[in-house]
């Protein structure tokens, strides 16, 4: 587990106090504890985590730069590894010296990392908190008249400060499963943005933010796609290697997809031991898929059709509380769990390839863009000419892109006011939903100050920052809290190579592509989950299987939905949704929703319909969102 918190203010030391109470109150863990108070008692930091890439598992208190600082996560150098504790001192000091200077962090081609690093300057009492552009790695803080609280967990802060809830954070999260901007469910308790620096000035208690100018910043031109893609190549391939270590086993959950053979195809090349696990049965399509994936990069593989240990008990949600305070993705727990058993020494993800190199964000923020444009699209691009109409898609305004975003998500906030009692709603539908209008328009205005990005790059920005990192990051945090975490499609160099390619290129995977074709070799001629072909086909006959995939998956549904036996059903259904329904979790699962918030007249009619079969639960994500927020709120 990686947890931090802190205080700047006045007797430091006795607010400190108080967060060591809640932490030992809600996590008990044999990890050790390691806090710093500063000199002049207006600082307190603590931190508790496992030993990984960087040595160092404590505070640093530097007399001479009077300089307090911690990492939470950590950097890689990959020419200096392995560190010493007294050189990760030193890295971490010159970072903090930078960060002093500018207020930022510079990340260059040959360091980095998934971190927030927190910096107090004892001579101007000033706290500043710098994070990775990732944004794996949350950070929480209040403001009072007694100064300035932060830590990783909310649960710490909302038992110190008992803060009202937030009802349109809570919406916001059951609706979207992200807030939107630094809105919680929580008042006064925000979120840090991502890639943003908070600066916290005692003397004048002020809080103030920098936004990141890195990414998303300018569209990056090139004279055809093939010059995108090498470059994109080279990022990728250099920033793998900086973070395996051909020392250790690397693990990874593997899927039929694009983003999990990204990270294999990468590790591949790096000449890394690999293990990798998938979930599901034998006969499934995906995870035959998975198996051939593995066994052409010689990966130690293996299969689990059941999904252990995530029966849910008491003791099973209060541990996934204390990890990452979410119980959305408990399999992702057990699949680290299973990868940690089995040898691995670090876990990799393809955490967010498909929105940073598929355009899937904009896909589905501009539900507008129909299929037909598409597949023009798609034709034209084969034969290398620019589509019109795509150009007239990335000339919209920011107004359009307003109201793209609201609508979209006014439609799920409308599809989920069913979910919650009367007595929370109140009858103040409209009022809530401006305020979440306000919400989604702030966060348009955020991006765009910072300079005169094309409306696409918000869009992707917004679908990046909220639906990636936030919902989805639940799973890399989960996995992440058993085993060290490597991304490298979120290695910085990469990241800003991404986010800065020509937005027209990635609809429908136009760049991710090529970028397969031309470099995956045999793991290219391997079909997907989605795609029931060799992918190093023609793009119109990727586009055209892809589509008839759908409207087939469609009806194996409807299908699934009429069958009776459950060994047939099991064959055509994920693994998933077998699981929920051959356990007694849908029984269990009422018993830990707090029906003050909830429906439970809404929740009884679903259970009994996906008990039944007669509705898809997929994840089961919306249930587990209802008991994590139960949670949370008591």
Not at 74 to 95: G, M, S
Not at 102 to 115: A, H, K, R
Not at 480 to 494: D, K, N
Request: glycine fraction near 6%.
């Amino acid at each position: 587990m990686n947890i931090v918190f802190g205080f700047i203010g006045e007797q430091a030391s006795n607010r400190f106090l108080r967060l060591a109470e809640a932490y030992e109150r809600l996590f008990s863990t044999d990890q050790h504890l390691n806090n710093v108070i500063s000199p002049d008692n207006h600082a307190a930091f603590a931190i508790s985590q496992p030993g990984g890439f960087f040595p160092i598992s404590g505070p640093v208190l530097d007399i001479n730069e009077n300089l307090l600082l911690m990492l939470n996560g950590y950097f890689w150098y990959h020419d200096h590894f392995p560190l010493t504790i007294k050189e990760a001192a030193n890295q971490l000091v010159q970072a903090g010296k930078e960060i002093r200077r500018t207020n930022q962090l510079e990340m260059t081609e040959t360091d980095g990392g998934v971190f927030n690093l927190f910096l107090y300057d004892i001579l101007k009492k000033k706290l500043t908190i710098v994070g990775d552009y990732s944004g794996l790695m949350p950070l929480y803080f209040y403001k009072s008249n007694q100064g300035f609280f932060f830590s990783s967990h909310i649960r710490i802060l909302s038992y110190v400060l008992s803060p009202a809830i937030d009802r349109v954070g809570v919406i916001e999260r059951v609706s979207y499963h992200y807030t939107i901007g630094r809105r919680t469910v929580f008042k006064d308790v925000f979120q840090k943005n991502v890639g943003e620096t908070v600066i916290y000035e005692l003397e004048n208690n002020t809080t103030s933010f920098i936004q990141p100018t890195a990414y998303y910043s300018r569209q990056r031109f090139y004279k055809n796609d093939m010059e995108a893609v090498e470059e994109l190549h080279h990022a990728y391939i250099s920033g793998i290697k900086e973070l395996t270590r051909p020392s250790l086993i690397h693990g990874v959950l593997l899927s039929g997809g694009f983003d999990t053979r990204l990270v294999i195809y990468g590790l591949q090349k790096t000449g890394a031991s690999i293990q990798s696990l998938t979930f599901g049965d034998p006969n499934n399509f995906e995870v035959r898929i998975a198996g051939k994936i593995a066994r052409m990069v010689n990966s130690e593989h293996e299969v689990y059709t059941p999904i252990m240990d995530c029966d849910l008990t008491d003791s099973r949600i209060l541990n996934l509380m204390r990890l990452v305070e979410t119980v959305s993705f408990p399999y992702c727990e057990s699949g680290a769990s299973l990868l940690k058993k089995s040898g691995s020494q670090t876990i990799s993800t393809g955490f967010a390839g498909e929105t940073l190199l598929g355009g899937q964000g904009y896909n589905l923020l501009g539900s507008s863009f129909s299929s037909q444009n598409r597949l023009i699209y798609v034709l034209k691009r084969m034969i290398g000419c620019h589509s019109s109409s795509m150009s007239k898609m990335t000339r919209k305004t920011f107004e359009d892109g307003f109201l793209l975003t609201d609508s979209f998500h006014r439609r799920l906030f409308d599809r989920s006011a069913r979910f919650f009692s009367d007595s929370f709603l109140d009858g103040h539908d409209q009022e809530i939903y401006s305020e979440i209008r306000n919400d989604i328009r702030g966060e348009l205005i955020r991006y765009a100050s910072l300079n005169d990005s094309l409306l696409m790059f918000l869009l992707e920005r917004f679908w990046y920052e909220h639906h990636v990192s936030k919902e989805f990051g639940g799973q890399e945090r989960t996995v992440g809290s058993i085993l060290p975490l490597l991304t490298p499609t979120v290695h910085h160099s990469f990241l800003s190579l991404c986010t800065n390619l020509p937005v027209d290129r990635k609809i429908d995977h136009g760049i991710y592509l090529r970028f397969i074709k031309h470099y995956f070799g045999n793991l290219a001629k391997i079909p997907t989950s989605n795609i029931p072909v060799p992918i190093n086909l023609p793009d119109i006959i990727l586009w055209t299987s892809r589509a008839i995939r759908a409207y087939i998956d469609q009806k194996l549904v409807k299908r699934q939905i009429s069958l009776k036996s459950f060994e047939t059903r099991r064959k055509g259904w994920s693994n998933f949704e077998s699981w929920f329904r051959r356990t007694d979790f849908l029984d269990k699962a009422a018993l830990f929703v707090d029906y003050d918030v909830f429906s439970e007249k809404y929740l009884t009619r679903q259970i009994e319909k996906w008990k039944n079969w007669e509705s898809r639960i997929y994840s089961g994500q919306e249930l587990l969102t209802f008991i994590t927020l139960s949670k949370l709120i008591k």
